[in-house]
């Protein structure tokens, strides 16, 4: 591609050598550079893509895309200083894949939690309506081919961008698609086309990045106030609606189970093996759906799905048939079968107000004891730790407070800030709760203290398959973790 017209997309401070060249490829990963290559250096969180442009000379890369001052141009290499190499990223990547997005139908979901479980219903509907669907959540991402891991929950631009066009090119119809406070704010998703947008809930996280709540929030909002999508769908319950709605240009759906919405939910029944709910869309006539998952916070996750179908005008009964079709969603309130009749869910609740709809849900269902088994991540934000050490005591019956992924952070030091919550509100060791490093034993020590229909709940990772560290990363799996103990001795 002629780099003339490539970079005519970008908002140019300064050119450094010929614009009259052919550009051969694009990458931001210094690793992935040939010879005629584009290189867009970008300055992460642990590293600076211009220490690596270097490299990038070494392996016949042709153009250079900066932010910083150009000091030491090489002779026949063309360098471009722009003001953010991220927002040339995501446009160089739209036009180089051929705006990919304008040919798919884009679902982008945003919220602190619920954004995986209502892409999973999202894409269950659609698929029974016949369309072809393609997904991108924390999970994994499935183009259309089958699921592969995923790495983040919202791709870098380049890495989005290709895997539209894959998509696009393979006949799919919809994406729906998580989209992160940290993708809108680090300009991963500029660009791309949103026939729908979702606004799920909102509370705290991830306030080691964006430092503040108000920040956090506003992250959000740019999803419908700065991509405008086609159409807009809005959980009224939550209590940061007026403000995502003020910011709403687009037509707009909102959904609820205790306000006036369009999309209105009344929920029927709640049992160990899901939830049972009416829905009324305007003033149709009211639908029954037995949802075969756990909790009255996927009853809002399923209200959101309905409200992007039925815009998309499928049918009642299709609507109903897909809701009803997800079985299982890995690592969300995800039940680990046994012999000793114990209820043991494994999910990714790792938020405060996620933990307290979760332990919420089980302690509706709950035969006998309810126990809990979580941690805090390192390098994250700290303000949660002792908020959910508090949902913890005020819900459970037993918790034992153990390491999510400490990363570069000390485990008993986030250990010890999630025992400040417990013991502002009066909660005692050993009364209330135990610690134990080592998640496995504290799993261990759950499955071994408790009774015939107890419930156990094991929150934080979820679906995640390795557990982080400083020096390295372990395999590990809560629910693997389960399955092995509970198989190895009948006592534990």
């Known amino acids: 591609m002629n780099l003339k017209k490539l970079i005519s997309v970008l908002d140019v401070e300064k050119v450094v050598g010929p614009l ?138 380049q890495d989005l961008h290709r895997m539209l066009r894959k998509m696009a090119d393979g006949g799919i119809d919809y994406v729906a698609m998580e989209v992160s406070s940290h993708s809108l704010a680090l300009h991963r998703v500029d660009g791309v086309q949103f026939e729908f947008a979702v606004f799920t809930n909102f509370s705290t996280d991830h306030l080691d990045f964006h430092k503040t709540i108000e920040h956090y929030l506003e992250a959000k909002v740019s999803l419908f106030r700065d991509r405008v999508p086609g159409r807009a769908a809005v959980n009224v319950d939550d209590p940061t609606a007026p403000h995502i709605m003020r910011r709403i240009s687009c037509p707009l759906i909102t959904y609820a189970v205790k306000k006036k919405a369009r999309v209105k939910g009344k929920i029927l029944r709640r049992g160990p093996r899901g939830s049972s709910f009416l829905v009324q869309i305007d003033k149709d006539k009211p639908l029954r759906v037995d949802l075969p998952l756990l909790g009255s916070h996927n009853v809002y996750n399923a209200l959101a799905a309905i409200s992007v179908a039925s815009a998309e005008e499928v049918p009642p009964p299709i609507i109903k048939e897909g809701l009803e079709a997800v079985k299982r969603i890995p690592g969300r309130l995800e039940c680990v079968q046994n012999k000793r009749d114990l209820d043991v869910f494994v999910d990714y609740a790792h938020t405060p107000d996620a933990l307290e709809k979760v332990l919420r849900s089980l302690r509706q269902v709950a035969r006998g004891k309810l126990w809990v088994v979580f941690g ?34 000390d485990p008993e030091k986030i250990i010890a800030a999630i025992e400040e919550g417990i013991k502002e509100e009066g909660g005692q060791k050993d009364e209330d709760y135990t610690t134990a490093t080592d998640r496995r034993e504290a799993i261990r020590i759950a499955l071994g203290r408790m009774r015939r229909g107890d419930t156990l709940l094991i929150a934080g990772k979820g679906h995640e398959s390795m557990q982080i560290f400083k020096d390295r990363a372990v395999e590990f799996s809560d629910s693997k973790v389960v399955r092995d103990l509970l198989s190895r001795d009948s006592s534990v």
């Open 20 to 157: 009259d060249r052919n550009v051969k490829g694009l990458t931001y990963d210094s690793r992935e550079v040939k010879r005629g290559f584009l290189f867009v250096a970008i300055a992460g969180f642990r590293e600076d893509g211009h220490r690596f442009i270097p490299e990038a000379i070494g392996k016949g890369v042709g153009v250079v895309v900066v932010e910083k001052e150009i000091s030491s141009p090489h002779q026949g290499l063309t360098f471009i200083r722009v003001r953010s190499s991220r927002e040339a990223l995501a446009r160089l990547s739209n036009y180089w894949y051929g705006f990919p997005s304008r040919e798919l139908k884009l679902i982008g979901i945003t919220g602190t939690n619920g954004k995986t479980t209502t892409t999973y219903l999202i894409e269950s509907i659609l698929k029974k309506a016949g369309y072809g669907v393609g997904r991108i959540s924390t999970i994994n991402y499935d183009l259309g081919s089958g699921p592969v891991p995923s790495r983040i929950t919202t791709p870098e631009s």
């Open 376 to 409: 805090c991540g390192g390098d994250r934000d700290t303000g949660k730790r002792p908020l959910m050490g508090k949902v913890s005591l005020k819900l459970a019956d037993y918790s034992v407070i153990t390491s999510d992924n400490p990363r570069s952070e």
